[in-house]
């Protein structure tokens, strides 16, 4: 019979790897600890991928649909007989899926910092972090209940804090690793109170009990309410707030664009492919609750995806940082991914959307991943990120180019690459059940061809720069990730994915929708062309266009001022009414309160401190009277 | 017993003895002459112990015995009493209690 339980070692040799690099990496030579950590997450992708070989297609299956394995589980904290944390391994369609993804990416960006971060003083506690981030990710995805998601999910919020802050001498990246953390620690407290709230109401954290659609947790769903939303639907809108901020959804996605003060191979691995993509896991893994008993919380999934992956692309078109760019693109390919959870009903055929959403999610990660890496393979070449001071790399850099290509038409949704496949049955998804959010997603993929061909043709055509030396192209190492990502970006479409991963298990036959599909690829192809009309060469065309747009182009590129209104929320309301009076009571009342006690302590024993005169015959007449004086008083009493 | 001595001779004897000692301990300079007056405390005492032990329970030792108790106590505070006296007056040269303060704030 089938026996999982080496995936245990999966995520337990990354655990060691960081406890060793992270120990003892200062003692031998930076590459060393690099190679022990590549070659470990080497380990774990090849037993990732030996395990989805054998779930999918031997073990799998029961009765024709995938079920969730136990490879095992113990009671670590028991609360009572029905509520106890255990720690486990899970495995499912979802999981495994993620396993793969996970370990693809991290091993892809581990080869290729071998070559970006060779010579940094801080290698190999990159690589020891790098490790851990993994480790967690990994015992994100497989954690078999909420609290344990928990557990995990926090350990991937520090590991990401300590890697955005990898340079921790810019003031920049100090910063922007305490925002990310301060953000997506604040999302969180929705999270855990939306985990009390479900617990409370189903009676235990386990995702087998949780979401067995004919389960008790599902069928007893409270009948309490509050505020007219059932307790349950409190609950679930507040676990995804924790999703919220994780996978930067508008209103809490300020912190991604910060983030980027990461190394680029970070930015890729956690930023882009892996970590902000848990709420997406999330929500999907929660997802036969959110349909059974909650539609409004869908509901509310689908609409926030909407707006922000609209919000972020707009943003994206006039952002000048390369990386920038990208990362609001991943905001916004994450809402798209959002959308399609919130789209998506229960079932093989009704489940599309959820397929639609997984396989995004997995294409997604391959070609943002490769788009990552290539602008880090741009910025370790010219050793800058705004792309006003890029042009014509194609000629300097042409396997980057080649990638980037493949990348960029990928993720515009260009037939037959893989991002064609996934957009598509997301478009279908949302066409079939809310028009609106149809409406707005297709919008949004033609904007994406658009800025991402303008990002494009603004860094390899464009004008001549002159550069102070010849950019050269990077090392093979990290070619090699290039060309391995760009391989899986351009073929991950042709999976049939609906075989394997579905919202209750069953697999199903998925097809390319030409009504949907046709206009789509023509609206991407517009925007390619529009792209290539403004940015083939240097014009003045995109410049007229901004200062016509005005105030609507001006606020975009500020980011419709949103850090702004943060900082105003924090600043001026949150510091000035609560925290300044809150300080000056500690500073006066506590601290004075303290200083009080202590210096009428010191005072009186000053004071009384001439009576220990150091002469024998003072004390024993002190001592005497005092005796005498107890024994008049007992009299005195005995006699009255 | 010897005829017409009660009792309470024999405790006012003690109770004048130990107050005695309380007023040389209190008021003497000299070390010597104070631990003279310890002597008088605790013999006190055992008068104390050997009279009610009469009184009271004829038949029974016990009060003997703690005036034995004490009377070895006694010595052996007197032996380490001296030994701390000479080694002060080696030191200070004299034995005044007035003088050894050191032990002040």
């Known amino acids: 019979m089938e026996n999982f339980s080496y995936t245990l070692v999966i995520p337990l040799i990354l655990f060691f790897t960081f406890v060793f690099t992270g120990l003892f990496g200062g003692k031998f030579k930076p590459v060393i600890s690099g190679i022990i950590c590549t070659v470990s997450v080497f380990i774990s992708a090849a037993l990732s991928y030996f395990a989805a070989y054998q779930y999918f297609f031997i073990y799998g299956k029961a009765d024709g649909a995938y079920r969730l394995i136990n490879v095992f589980s113990f009671h670590w904290l028991r609360f009572n007989d029905n509520l106890s944390i255990d720690l486990g391994i899970l495995l499912d369609p979802i999981s495994v899926m993620m396993l793969i993804v996970i370990t693809t990416v991290s091993l892809m960006v581990h080869i290729y910092s071998l070559g970006y971060m060779k010579g940094d003083i801080g290698f190999s506690r990159y690589y020891a972090f790098l490790s851990l981030f993994t480790f967690s990710m990994l015992g994100l995805v497989l954690s078999v209940n909420i609290f344990m998601t928990y557990m995990f999910w926090e350990l991937v919020g520090l590991s990401s804090y300590l890697l955005i802050g990898h340079y921790y001498e810019k003031p920049a990246a100090v910063s922007a690793s305490k925002k990310a953390f301060i953000v997506t620690r604040f999302a969180d407290l929705g999270f855990l109170i939306g985990i009390l709230l479900l617990s409370a109401f189903a009676g235990t954290f386990d995702f087998n009990k949780l979401t067995d659609p004919n389960g008790g947790a599902i069928l007893q769903s409270a009948s309490a309410t509050f505020l007219g939303l059932s307790a349950i639907t409190w609950a679930l809108i507040l676990i995804f707030m924790g999703c919220a901020g994780k996978s930067a959804m508008f209103p809490l996605h300020i912190w991604l664009p910060d983030a980027m003060e990461g190394p680029t191979p970070v930015s890729a691995l956690i930023h882009a492919a892996t970590m902000v993509v848990a709420g997406v896991y999330l929500v999907a893994r929660l997802f036969p609750l959110y349909v059974f008993t909650s539609p409004q919380a869908l509901e509310v999934v689908a609409y926030v995806g909407a707006f922000t992956s609209l919000f972020a692309a707009i943003i994206a078109c006039t952002q000048t940082d390369i990386k920038r760019v990208l990362a609001f693109s991943t905001i916004s390919q994450i809402g798209y991914m959002m959308v399609a959870l919130g789209v998506s009903g229960y079932g093989a055929e009704e489940g599309l959307g959820f397929m639609a959403s997984m396989f995004h999610l997995f294409t997604h990660a391959m070609f943002k991943a490769l788009l990552f890496l290539c602008a880090g393979s741009i910025i370790h070449a010219i050793h800058t990120n705004e792309i006003s001071e890029m042009g014509n790399l194609r000629k300097y850099m042409p396997v980057t180019h080649i990638t980037f290509l493949i990348a960029c038409l990928a993720i515009a949704g260009v037939p037959p690459l893989s991002g064609f496949f996934s957009k598509d049955e997301i478009l279908v998804a949302a066409v079939e059940k809310n028009f609106v959010i149809f409406l707005v997603q297709y919008i949004v993929a033609g904007i994406t061809a658009f800025y991402m061909f303008r990002l494009y043709f603004m860094v390899f055509w464009s004008r001549d720069t002159k550069y102070e030396h010849d950019p050269h192209e990077s090392p093979k190492v990290m070619l090699f990730s290039l060309v391995f990502l760009a391989v899986a970006a351009a073929l991950a479409g042709f999976i049939p994915f609906s075989e394997f991963v579905t919202s209750n298990g069953v697999p199903f036959a998925s097809h390319i929708h030409l009504s949907v599909a046709l206009p789509t690829v023509a609206l991407a192809l517009a925007g390619i062309l529009t792209a290539y009309f403004l940015y083939k060469k240097e014009s003045g065309s995109p410049d007229k266009i901004t200062n016509s747009l005005g105030i609507i182009y001006r606020s975009a590129y500020r980011k419709f001022y949103i850090d702004e209104v943060y900082l105003f929320v924090t600043k001026k309301i949150i510091f000035n009414l609560i925290s300044i009076p809150v300080a000056w009571f500690d500073r006066n009342v506590v601290d004075n309160a303290m200083n009080g006690i202590a210096f009428t302590t010191n005072y009186i024993s000053e004071k009384i401190k001439v009576m220990q005169s150091g002469q024998l015959q003072q004390y024993a007449f002190v001592m005497i009277a005092g005796m005498i004086l107890i024994f008049l008083l007992t009299l005195y009493l005995i006699i009255v | ?105």
């Open chain 2, 1 to 105: 017993m010897p005829e017409g001595i009660g009792i309470q001779h024999f405790l006012i004897l003690s109770t004048l003895m130990f107050f005695i000692g309380v007023y040389g301990f209190l008021t003497r300079k000299n070390l010597i002459t104070i631990l003279l007056s310890v002597e008088l405390i605790l013999n006190s005492v055992n008068i104390n112990f050997v009279a009610i032990n009469k009184y009271l329970y004829p038949e029974n030792l016990g009060g003997h015995f703690f005036a034995m108790f004490v009377i070895a106590i006694a010595a052996t505070e007197v032996a380490v009493a001296i030994a701390i006296i000479i080694s002060l007056y080696r030191k200070l040269k004299m034995i005044d209690v007035e003088n050894v303060n050191e032990m002040k704030y």
